[in-house]
């Protein structure tokens, strides 16, 4: 967010996105969901993998999502 220049992208826009960003941080009671996105500060068309931690009923778990592709920047396909 802080990338976009003022009039690039509009209030109701930058409030919109603001609110469907991931927390870093949360914890899940029962029946507790979150739907977002999330950042992550790469370039457009980056590749990276995702290593995932977390606990349910007091045992950990991870995980790891392979190869995940950054969306590409859409103005140099135009």
Not at 34 to 46: E, I, K, R, S
Request: aromatic letters at 12%; charged letters at 25%.
């Amino acid at each position: 967010m802080a990338s976009w220049s003022a009039g690039e992208v509009g209030e109701a826009s930058r409030l919109a996105f603001q609110w469907a960003l991931f927390p870093t941080q949360q914890e899940f009671l029962a029946d507790d969901y979150n739907w977002g996105m999330t950042a992550f500060g790469l370039p457009p068309g980056a590749v990276f993998d995702l290593d995932l931690a977390w606990q349910e009923d007091g045992k950990a778990h991870t995980a790891r999502i392979e190869a995940i592709e950054c969306a590409p920047d859409v103005e140099k396909l135009r």
